[in-house]
């Protein structure tokens, strides 16, 4: 079990990767991405990371924040997943 705070995020094509990750790039914290059981981690600011993540674990994207636990940017909020 992760020890983090994190966002179920859901990313469903190229365009939406790309304006997710020039959102994030604005900001200065350092973001991943990682599957729900945490064993794969992306960088969240990487188009090929991110891409990756998409085929590989697609149900399973979880944001982040490694810089300051549980912030999650509110422009995330889009890419949410309802549970």
Do not use: C, W
């Amino acid at each position: 079990m992760n020890n983090h705070s994190r966002a179920h995020i859901r990313l469903t094509n190229q365009a939406e990767v790309l304006e997710f990750i020039q959102q994030l790039s604005l900001l200065e914290d350092t973001f991943s991405i990682e599957s729900r059981s945490g064993v794969h981690r992306v960088n969240a600011k990487s188009v090929i990371g991110v891409l990756y993540t998409m085929f590989d674990f697609p149900d399973e994207l979880y944001l982040v924040n490694e810089s300051r636990d549980g912030v999650i940017p509110a422009f995330v909020d889009q890419y949410r997943v309802i549970e």
